[in-house]
């Protein structure tokens, strides 16, 4: 199984960027799929997930300027991110399964920093 995410960079505070992570190896259309992200010195948080029916959560730093979506056809999950804040920066992480305490697949982060 791979998680390849993509769509990290370089954005100025209030621009937006678009996480992608494609999915390989298993079909992931019946699993909760999620973005965690880790700042230097903190510790990984959930920032969105997604269930097999679409149903979302987002953390209530980011609610309202992220978007999670999923395309089952392609095995992808996205992650919209507008309004972006310094305090976005941050390696994201796609994950498949996330659960409280358990997580069944990580993909490789991907590094967004948002200058001010």
């Known amino acids: 199984v791979q998680l390849q995410a993509s769509g990290g960079g370089l954005v100025q505070a209030g621009g937006s960027l678009r996480l992608s992570c494609a999915a390989s190896?298993?079909?992931?259309?019946?699993?909760?799929m999620g973005w965690f992200r880790q700042a230097p010195g903190k510790e990984r948080e959930l920032v969105a997930r997604?269930?097999?029916?679409?149903?979302?959560y987002y953390a209530d730093s980011v609610k309202g300027r992220f978007t999670i979506s999923r395309d089952n056809a392609k095995n992808a999950v996205h992650l919209q991110m507008k309004s972006l804040k310094p305090e976005d920066t941050a390696v994201y992480y796609c994950?498949?399964?996330?659960?409280?305490?358990?997580?069944?697949?990580w993909g490789k982060g991907t590094l967004v920093t948002v200058s001010s």
């Open positions: 190896g298993r079909t992931f259309s019946s699993y909760t």
């Open positions: 997604i269930s097999s029916v679409g149903s979302t």
């Open positions: 994950a498949v399964g996330p659960r409280p305490g358990k997580v069944d697949y």
